[in-house]
C-alpha cells in the first residue's frame, strides 16, 4: 500500500509542471472546487492583486438557534446556541492554477471538547489544489472526503437544521490525504465525475503515532440528464427551479486500513484499531421547485466490539450497520419551503445490546431570505429508538434556526 501512495504521490507531483494555458482573470473571484464544494449566492469578499499574481476571498456564516426537547423519562430543556461560526479563505497564489482554501471553526459544537492532550478542533480545511483545467481538481492537505451526498454538501446549504442521523453515524467525513477528481459535467447531455482519495483515515487534526494503515476512497457520480443548474447537487432543495428534469446518482467505498475510532475519521478512540469497509449510495431529484433525495450507508467491520485491557467492563465499539434517508420538498413563489424526511437505521447484530435501531421523522418549514445565505428554519423532529431488551424510547425536539453568511 505505501508504494500505491508513493506512486500516486509522485503522478501529482510530475503533474504540476505540465503547461496548460489558462486565461488568468480579476473578474470572477468565486472558486469552485471540487473536493470543497460550497454554496454561496455570492461571492464573498475578494481581493486581487494589480498583476494577478495572487488573489484572496473571505468569506464568514454563522448558525444561531434555539431547541425545545422532550427526551423520554426526562424532564424537558431548552439550548440556546452558536451551532457554527466558520471562517473561509481562499484564492490562488502566483498562478491561478494553484489554489488554496482555509476554514476555521470557533463555534463550540464545532470545535469540541478542550481535553488535555488533546488537539484543539479549529482547522476544518486547510488543503492546496492544482486545477490544470476545467476536469481536474488535486488536492493536498485536509479537507472533506468524496464521501456521501448530504456530508459533502455545506451544512449551511441544507434544508433542515441537521443532517441525518444516519449521516451522523455512517459518513466519513475530513482526512488529511490526497485527491484526484476527474469532472466531466455538461447541461444538456450525460454526464460523470470519477473522484479518488487516499488518506491518513484518522480524521482532521489527527496528531496520533503514525503507523502504515491508510484509508482508500472512491466515488462515481452520473448525472443522466445533464449536470444540475448552478451546481445544484451541492445544496439541497430546488432553490433555482429547474426547468428541465435533473438527475443524480452516486456511489462511494471506502476501505479504512487500522482505523483508530470508532466511526473511522469520526468517534471515540478503539482499544484495538480494526480494518473498516464504507458503502455509501445516493439519489436525488430536482424539477420545477420539487426535490427528492434518497441514501443508503452501511459501514462493516469484522469484531466490531473492543475491551479495556484494564477494565473489562470498558468497551468502545465500531458502529456498524445500515440505514436509509429519505427527503421530500417543494418551494413556493414566495420562498417558502416545506419539507419532511424519514430516516431508519439498523445496528448489525454484533453491537446490538450496545446501540438501538432508529427511526427518524422531521418535518419543516424554511423561508429564504437570500437563498440559503441568509434563511430561517423551523423543524420538528421524533426518534423512535428500539433497544435489544424490547424497551423503546422516543425523544423529539422544536427547533429555530437563523443562517447568515456571505
Same mark, same amino acid.
Given at each position: /500500500?505505501?508504494?500505491?501512495?508513493?506512486?500516486?504521490?509522485?503522478?501529482?507531483?510530475?503533474?504540476?509542471?505540465?503547461?496548460?494555458?489558462?486565461?488568468?482573470?480579476?473578474?470572477?473571484?468565486?472558486?469552485?472546487?471540487?473536493?470543497?464544494?460550497?454554496?454561496?449566492?455570492?461571492?464573498?469578499?475578494?481581493?486581487?492583486? *494589480?498583476?494577478?499574481?495572487?488573489?484572496?476571498?473571505?468569506?464568514?456564516? /454563522?448558525?444561531?438557534?434555539?431547541?425545545?426537547?422532550?427526551?423520554?423519562?426526562?424532564?424537558?430543556?431548552?439550548?440556546?446556541?452558536?451551532?457554527?461560526?466558520?471562517?473561509?479563505?481562499?484564492?490562488?497564489?502566483?498562478?491561478?492554477?494553484?489554489?488554496?482554501?482555509?476554514?476555521?471553526?470557533?463555534?463550540?459544537?464545532?470545535?469540541?471538547?478542550?481535553?488535555? !492532550?488533546?488537539?484543539?478542533?479549529?482547522?476544518?480545511?486547510?488543503?492546496?489544489?492544482?486545477?490544470?483545467?476545467?476536469?481536474?481538481?488535486?488536492?493536498?492537505?485536509?479537507?472533506?472526503?468524496?464521501?456521501?451526498?448530504?456530508?459533502?454538501?455545506?451544512?449551511?446549504?441544507?434544508?433542515?437544521?441537521?443532517?441525518?442521523?444516519?449521516?451522523?453515524?455512517?459518513?466519513?467525513?475530513?482526512?488529511?490525504?490526497?485527491?484526484?477528481?476527474?469532472?466531466?459535467?455538461?447541461?444538456?447531455?450525460?454526464?460523470?465525475?470519477?473522484?479518488? @482519495?487516499?488518506?491518513?483515515?484518522? !480524521?482532521?487534526?489527527?496528531?496520533?503515532? *503514525?503507523?502504515?494503515?491508510?484509508?482508500?476512497?472512491?466515488?462515481?457520480?452520473?448525472?443522466?440528464?445533464? @449536470?444540475?443548474?448552478?451546481? !445544484?447537487?451541492?445544496?439541497?432543495?430546488?432553490?433555482?427551479?429547474?426547468?428541465?428534469?435533473?438527475?443524480?446518482?452516486?456511489?462511494?467505498?471506502?476501505?479504512?486500513? +487500522?482505523?483508530?475510532?470508532?466511526?473511522?475519521?469520526?468517534?471515540?478512540?478503539?482499544?484495538? +484499531?480494526?480494518? /473498516?469497509?464504507?458503502?455509501?449510495?445516493?439519489?436525488?431529484?430536482?424539477?420545477?421547485?420539487?426535490?427528492?433525495?434518497?441514501?443508503?450507508?452501511?459501514?462493516?467491520?469484522?469484531?466490531?466490539?473492543?475491551?479495556?485491557?484494564?477494565? @473489562?467492563?470498558?468497551?468502545?465499539?465500531?458502529?456498524?450497520?445500515?440505514?436509509?434517508?429519505?427527503?421530500?420538498?417543494?418551494?413556493? *413563489?414566495?420562498?417558502?419551503?416545506?419539507?419532511?424526511?424519514?430516516?431508519?437505521?439498523?445496528?448489525?447484530?454484533?453491537?446490538?445490546?450496545?446501540?438501538?435501531?432508529?427511526?427518524?421523522?422531521?418535518?419543516?418549514?424554511?423561508?429564504?431570505?437570500?437563498?440559503?445565505?441568509?434563511?430561517?428554519?423551523?423543524?420538528?423532529?421524533?426518534?423512535?429508538?428500539?433497544?435489544?431488551?424490547?424497551?423503546?424510547?422516543?425523544?423529539?425536539?422544536?427547533?429555530?434556526?437563523?443562517?447568515?453568511?456571505?
Amino acid at each position: /500500500m505505501k508504494k500505491v501512495f508513493l506512486i500516486v504521490f509522485s503522478a501529482f507531483t510530475l503533474s504540476l509542471t505540465a503547461q496548460v494555458e489558462i486565461k488568468r482573470t480579476t473578474q470572477n473571484n468565486d472558486l469552485k472546487l471540487s473536493a470543497l464544494p460550497y454554496y454561496s449566492y455570492g461571492k464573498g469578499l475578494g481581493l486581487t492583486s *494589480p498583476d494577478s499574481i495572487f488573489q484572496f476571498n473571505i468569506r464568514f456564516r /454563522m448558525q444561531n438557534r434555539v431547541t425545545y426537547m422532550q427526551n423520554d423519562g426526562e424532564e424537558s430543556a431548552i439550548d440556546g446556541q452558536i451551532r457554527r461560526l466558520r471562517l473561509r479563505f481562499d484564492g490562488y497564489v502566483g498562478d491561478p492554477r494553484f489554489l488554496y482554501a482555509i476554514q476555521l471553526s470557533f463555534a463550540p459544537g464545532d470545535v469540541g471538547e478542550v481535553r488535555e !492532550g488533546e488537539n484543539v478542533n479549529i482547522i476544518r480545511d486547510a488543503v492546496l489544489f492544482y486545477r490544470p483545467n476545467k476536469n481536474w481538481n488535486i488536492g493536498f492537505g485536509q479537507t472533506k472526503l468524496p464521501g456521501n451526498r448530504q456530508r459533502v454538501n455545506s451544512s449551511g446549504a441544507l434544508q433542515l437544521t441537521d443532517r441525518t442521523i444516519n449521516n451522523a453515524r455512517f459518513t466519513i467525513d475530513r482526512d488529511f490525504g490526497l485527491q484526484v477528481h476527474n469532472l466531466n459535467e455538461y447541461a444538456d447531455k450525460f454526464s460523470y465525475n470519477f473522484k479518488g @482519495a487516499v488518506s491518513m483515515g484518522e !480524521g482532521r487534526n489527527s496528531t496520533e503515532e *503514525p503507523d502504515n494503515g491508510l484509508a482508500y476512497t472512491g466515488k462515481v457520480e452520473l448525472f443522466p440528464l445533464g @449536470a444540475f443548474t448552478r451546481d !445544484g447537487t451541492y445544496f439541497e432543495g430546488d432553490l433555482v427551479r429547474e426547468a428541465t428534469p435533473k438527475l443524480l446518482f452516486s456511489g462511494v467505498y471506502q476501505f479504512n486500513n +487500522k482505523a483508530r475510532r470508532t466511526q473511522g475519521q469520526l468517534g471515540n478512540d478503539l482499544f484495538e +484499531k480494526r480494518d /473498516m469497509q464504507s458503502i455509501l449510495l445516493d439519489a436525488m431529484f430536482k424539477y420545477d421547485g420539487w426535490s427528492f433525495q434518497t441514501a443508503y450507508m452501511q459501514r462493516i467491520a469484522n469484531d466490531p466490539v473492543t475491551v479495556n485491557p484494564d477494565d @473489562a467492563t470498558d468497551v468502545e465499539y465500531v458502529f456498524t450497520g445500515n440505514g436509509f434517508d429519505y427527503q421530500l420538498s417543494y418551494i413556493f *413563489p414566495s420562498n417558502y419551503e416545506v419539507i419532511g424526511r424519514f430516516s431508519t437505521q439498523n445496528v448489525n447484530d454484533d453491537i446490538q445490546a450496545l446501540a438501538p435501531d432508529t427511526n427518524q421523522y422531521s418535518i419543516g418549514l424554511t423561508k429564504y431570505i437570500w437563498e440559503h445565505s441568509f434563511k430561517a428554519q423551523a423543524e420538528l423532529t421524533l426518534d423512535d429508538q428500539q433497544f435489544f431488551d424490547g424497551s423503546s424510547r422516543q425523544n423529539w425536539y422544536v427547533r429555530f434556526q437563523v443562517e447568515i453568511g456571505i
